[in-house]
């Protein structure tokens, strides 16, 4: 039983927690750690990273009861995540954060005991809520055992790990079925990659031309892997002669040149017709530049 905290005056344990670690705060604040040797060191980081799960955890539950009582509304903020932004000077994206988590953990009462315990980090707990979230309607009943799952892994694993061990539940709760869900959602996933395929092109102005893309996995894998067979030193040396492979280059340079390449050694042949003719760039130029000695410089398409 945890001794009472509301002594303090302020009425609520809450608060009376808060009196509480404020004047141990203050009470350490100008303490050196120099003494503490290296055990004491440790164990002292390790208890504090609990701790500050520990306090996210009360933060969470006062975000929930931040909702409650609307004070969103007292300064005409849009969201809860807003208002804390607002009052507290956190940044938008980890106002977002602290938000969510507080949602998260009041749907899923084992990871915000864990979390309470210290036992689970926040990072964890919204990846292990967001892994049973995902999870399909057809596992539903089982969203309790996979949750305890991960809270146990959770003790030996980081959250990027927990995110790998969560997108892979169905082998732990439903084996048999596990090799075909697996492909399903593969599949569904190649599928929204397609979709979000895309490559975008921005001319710099200066002679250069900027551009981004989307790729599914493999393709990118496949493209990845063109370009560094392309930038490699043994290839390099092969196309533009021995001492040719700057080893001082960056590496992102090396890759752009090699994309170049790709481009220049690509067989024409290859390409889809357009209106009868292989793909072609079309360069809008001053007759005499072709025909004379003239210098002017032509246009492209774009």
Known sequence: MSRHLDDTGTGHP???????????????????AWSLNAEETSSAITRLVSDLARLAEVEARLLGQAE?????????ARSLAQWLSR??????????????????LAA???????????????????????AVEALDEEYAAEADRAEAYLIGEAAHFDAYRLRELGEKLVEVIDPDT?????????AEQEARALKQAEVKFRTGGDGTVRGSFVLPQLQAEMFRKALQALAAPKHVRAVEGAGA???????????GLAFIEYLERYPLDKLPTMGGLAATVVITAPADTVTGDGQKAGRTEG
């Open 14 to 32: 809450i608060l009376g927690f808060l009196d509480l670690l404020e004047s141990g705060l203050d009470d350490i604040a100008g303490v050196r």
């Open 68 to 76: 409650v009582v609307d004070l969103p509304g007292t300064i005409g």
């Open 87 to 104: 009052t507290t000077r956190l940044t938008a994206g980890e106002a977002g954060r602290r938000t969510r988590l507080a949602t998260a």
């Open 108 to 130: 899923h009462d084992q990871t915000r005991e864990a979390v309470a315990a210290g036992a689970v980090l926040p990072e964890q707990a919204t990846v292990i809520t967001a």
């Open 178 to 186: 596990a090799e075909a869900h697996e492909a399903k959602k593969l």
């Open 245 to 255: 492979y700057d080893y001082q280059k960056p590496t992102p340079h090396k890759l």
